[in-house]
C-alpha cells in the first residue's frame, strides 16, 4: 500500500496519469512504514527493552553460575572438536585399552557389546580374540544348568560387580556408574572426564576429606570416592605411544566420546554432505526466488479515476 | 546455447526423454556426489578414520 502511495505521490506518475488531486488510498494500518512516528517509537523502545532484558538475564545466568563452589573444566581441543572432524580412531583403540586394563576394574559398560569395535578400533578377528578371553554364563542347557562358555562378538562388556550393591561395597559406599554414556550424562562431557582424571591434588588448606574420599576440585562437592586412577606409564600402549599420564586421560576420553556417541562420525559426514548440498541447492532457490519476484518488484500499479 | 538447445531438442522436449533424463541424472549425480562427499570428509580426516589405520591391524594375521 505505502509503495503504491509513493508511486502515486512522485511526480513522473504524476504527469503520467495527468490527474489534478493526489489521490487517497485507503490503508489498513498494518505495516511499519504506515505507522505513525509515537507508535513506531514506542514499538522500537519496547523491542529495545525486550532484546536487553533477555540479555541481562542470560549474562547474570552465567554468572550466577561462575560464583558456584566447583571448578568448571577448561574447553580442551580435541581433535574431534570441530563440526566436521571425525573421532581419532587410533586413540579410541587406545582408549579401549585403557579402559579395559583400568577402568573395568570398578566401571561397567553395559551398552557396548565386543562387536560394536569391529570397523572402529579393531578387526573383527582381533575382536573375537578379545571376547573369547571373558568367560559368559549362559544356559540353561537341556538339563537346565546354567554353564560358562567363552565370549563370542554378539556378548556385551562384562561387568565388575554382579549388581550395584555389590559395586557400593567394594568402593566404600560409592557407586561407580556405567561408563557406556558417561560423556553424555556429566556436564562438559570429555572436558569434564579429562579434567576430573587429571584433576586430583592436596586439598587446599583447612579443608580436611574424610577418610576413603579423594580431594578433586573437579568434582561437585570436590570429595569423590574414587582413587586417582591413572598416573604416568599406568599401562603400557600396545602401539607404543609413551603413556603418560594426559594422554591416557585422553584416549580414554575419546573412547567414552564413541562409546556415548557411536554416530558421531557418520553425522559429521551428513553434516558435510548436507552443506555441499544446501551449497548447490541455496543459490539456486535465491535465483529462483529474484526470478520469481521480479514481475511483482518491477510492476506499476496506478489508478485511473474515471473522467 | 548450441549446446542448450540441442540438448532441450534431444532431452527435455518429449515428457518420456524428460523423465527417463531426470531419474538417470539423478542416479548418476547422487553417485558422484556421495563420493565426493566422502573423498572430502576423509580428506579432511586424513590418518584419523578407521579406514586410515586398519592396515597396522590386518597385516597381523596373514602372517
Same mark, same amino acid.
Given at each position: 500500500m505505502a509503495a503504491l502511495r509513493v508511486v502515486v505521490l512522485s511526480g513522473s506518475s504524476r504527469t503520467f496519469l495527468n490527474a489534478p488531486k493526489t489521490i487517497r488510498t485507503p490503508t489498513a494500518n498494518m505495516s511499519i512504514s504506515s505507522m505513525s512516528r509515537s507508535r513506531k517509537v514506542a514499538l522500537s523502545t519496547f523491542g529495545v527493552i525486550t532484546a536487553g532484558g533477555a540479555g541481562l538475564a542470560l549474562m547474570l545466568h552465567q554468572s550466577v553460575k561462575a560464583s558456584d563452589l566447583e571448578l568448571h573444566p577448561p574447553n580442551y581441543p580435541w581433535?574431534?572438536?570441530?563440526?566436521l572432524s571425525s573421532l581419532d580412531h587410533a586413540s579410541i583403540r587406545r582408549g579401549y585399552q585403557v579402559y579395559k586394563q583400568v577402568c573395568s576394574a570398578c566401571h561397567?559398560?553395559?551398552? *557396548?557389546?565386543?562387536?560394536? *569395535?569391529v570397523g572402529v578400533s579393531h578387526t573383527e578377528a582381533e575382536v573375537k580374540a578379545i571376547a573369547e578371553e571373558v568367560e559368559v554364563v549362559d544356559g540353561p542347557d537341556e538339563s537346565g544348568e546354567m554353564f560358562t562358555r567363552p565370549g563370542k562378538l554378539s556378548d556385551y562388556f562384562p561387568k565388575p560387580y554382579p549388581n550395584p550393591e555389590a559395586a557400593r561395597v567394594a568402593n566404600n559406599g560409592a557407586l561407580p556408574p556405567d561408563l557406556s554414556y558417561i560423556v553424555n550424562a556429566r556436564h562438559g562431557g570429555e572436558d569434564y572426564v579429562f579434567s576430573l582424571l587429571t584433576g586430583y591434588c592436596e586439598p587446599p588448606a583447612g579443608v580436611t576429606v574424610r577418610e576413603g574420599l579423594y580431594y578433586n576440585p573437579y568434582f561437585p562437592g570436590q570429595?569423590?570416592?574414587?582413587?586417582?586412577?591413572?598416573?604416568?606409564?599406568v599401562l603400557e600402549y600396545d602401539d607404543g605411544t609413551p603413556a603418560t599420564m594426559s594422554q591416557v586421560a585422553k584416549d580414554v576420553c575419546t573412547f567414552l566420546r564413541w562409546a556415548a556417541e557411536p554416530e558421531h562420525d557418520q553425522r559429521k559426514r551428513m553434516g558435510l554432505k548436507l552443506l555441499m548440498g544446501s551449497a548447490i541447492l541455496v543459490p539456486l532457490i535465491y535465483y529462483m526466488k529474484r526470478h520469481r519476484w521480479s514481475v511483482l518488484k518491477s510492476r506499476k500499479i496506478a489508478y485511473k479515476p474515471p473522467k | 546455447m548450441a549446446l542448450a538447445k540441442s540438448v532441450y531438442n534431444l532431452l527435455f522436449r518429449r515428457t518420456s526423454t524428460f523423465a527417463v533424463t531426470i531419474m538417470v541424472g539423478a542416479i548418476f549425480f547422487e553417485r558422484v556426489f556421495d563420493q565426493a562427499g566422502d573423498a572430502l570428509f576423509e580428506q579432511m580426516n586424513r590418518g584419523k578414520l578407521w579406514k586410515h589405520i586398519q592396515h597396522n591391524y590386518e597385516e597381523k594375521d596373514e602372517e
Open positions: 581433535s574431534h572438536a570441530g563440526p561397567s559398560m553395559e551398552y *557396548l557389546a565386543f562387536r560394536n *569395535l570429595a569423590i570416592g574414587m582413587a586417582p586412577p591413572i598416573y604416568n606409564e | -
